[in-house]
């Protein structure tokens, strides 16, 4: 049997063990000791940009990180196979850009043999357990991207609108005497970052960690609900772009992308209303047009 028609069995089966799970009212001892008995971070795994390596078995999936081993949960008949053309690439691309090549997992845990029948209810309610009782950032879950899309609202300004996602504390160029502020951006985001100049563009940076990233930075400001999420993010800086400094030194190419009318601001995001779809969608390390979102009103709004 070929990868596509293994993929397309795969696809046949998950769509059967979901029906079973939804009609599954309660869940089984196995399952609940099962699921107590796996620890995540002591799985087997491959980098997600290794995914090529994983086993041909099945079982239930880990994709995260050291800090975030739970970003996502599924199942599969076979590893390898599931992620040849995953649903959730482009989170799992948002986790790489987030974090680096070299930090998000692919974790595994190889179901044991047993009846396909069987094998398919039991993988499929141990999944649905495991997510329900984890923080995971990409499942369907009661806190988690809604399945319907968000109600257009009416924008009130029409042109290009950038974001640049950066870690806590290394979010910006400092404020100089007269006002101005910016930040660095790779190169090869040269014609975003003139584009925006052309258009002066309203431009935000937002910066993302963990909690205890949230507390240095704070001090001893940080407040207890921000514990829930596993990754924080905050609307540092808002600023009409206007030009391009160039500030390569020892044959290094380096840009800082700067402007005036700066408002800086340390705004709590991720409770806002439409906030995790839009970091789905747009949020990447590096400078980003995201003018098509809903979401850019909100940001707007909160720095008027």
Request: proline share 4%; hydrophobic share 35%.
């Amino acid at each position: 049997m070929g990868i596509l028609e293994i993929e397309l069995v795969n696809y046949i089966l998950q769509n059967i063990a979901v029906s079973l799970a939804m009609k599954s009212k309660f869940y089984t001892s196995q399952v609940i000791t099962t699921a107590n008995n796996i620890d995540v971070t002591k799985l087997p795994w491959v980098l997600y940009i290794d995914k090529k390596s994983l086993p041909t078995y099945g079982g239930i999936y880990f994709v995260g990180t050291d800090q975030e081993p739970t970003a996502y949960i599924g199942q599969a008949v076979c590893f390898k196979s599931r992620f040849i053309a995953h649903h959730r690439k482009e989170a799992f691309e948002q986790l790489v850009n987030e974090y680096g090549r070299k930090a998000v997992k692919i974790r595994y845990w190889q179901a044991p043999l047993m009846p396909k029948s069987e094998w398919i209810s039991f993988v499929s309610q141990l999944e649905t357990f495991l997510i329900k009782n984890s923080q995971t950032r990409f499942n369907y879950t009661a806190d988690s991207l809604p399945k319907i899309p968000f109600t257009t609202t009416q924008r009130t300004y029409v042109g290009p609108i950038y974001i640049q996602l950066n870690k806590l504390g290394e979010y910006y160029v400092p404020k100089s005497s007269d006002g101005t502020a910016g930040f660095y951006f790779s190169v090869e985001k040269l014609h975003m970052a003139e584009n925006a100049i052309k258009y002066h563009s309203p431009t935000f940076i937002i910066s993302s960690g963990t909690w205890k990233d949230a507390l240095y930075e704070y001090r001893n400001n940080l407040e207890p609900e921000w514990k829930q999420y596993s990754t924080l993010y905050f609307l540092e800086v808002r600023f009409q772009a206007r030009w391009i400094n160039y500030v390569g030194q020892g044959g290094i190419e380096d840009y800082v992308l700067s402007g005036d009318q700066a408002n800086f601001h340390r705004i709590f995001l991720n409770r806002e209303s439409g906030f995790k779809e839009f970091s789905i969608k747009y949020l990447r390390t590096g400078l980003t047009n995201c003018s098509r979102s809903d979401f850019c009103e909100t940001l707007l709004h909160l720095t008027r």
